[in-house]
């Protein structure tokens, strides 16, 4: 997995509506986004983050509310 830049505002992504993710998206590539971002927000000790933070105009996000207090905690990918 790899650990990405979280940009801060006031990048341009961040201002800009992020489209929806197509169902033919959904092969290894989008899966290895997904494991990069939730270890990026492992890393950076958060419980959420969303594709525009790492520069993806996409409406994708990963949640882990439970972490780091619980052994547990689940990750979810919206």
């Keep these: 997995m790899t650990v990405l830049d ?3 505002f006031p990048a341009p992504v961040l201002r800009t509506t992020a489209s929806e993710v197509a169902d033919t998206e959904f092969d290894a590539k989008f899966l290895k ?7 990026t927000m ?6 959420g983050l969303a594709a525009p933070q ?3 105009s996409k409406r994708i996000m990963v ?5 780091p ?3 547990d905690s689940t990750l979810y990918a919206f």
């Design 42 to 47: 492992y890393v950076s000790n958060g419980i």
């Design 6 to 8: 979280v940009l801060a």
């Design 54 to 56: 790492i520069g993806v």
């Design 33 to 39: 986004l997904i494991n990069d971002m939730a270890e």
């Design 63 to 67: 949640i882990d509310i439970e972490w």
């Design 69 to 71: 207090d619980r052994e």
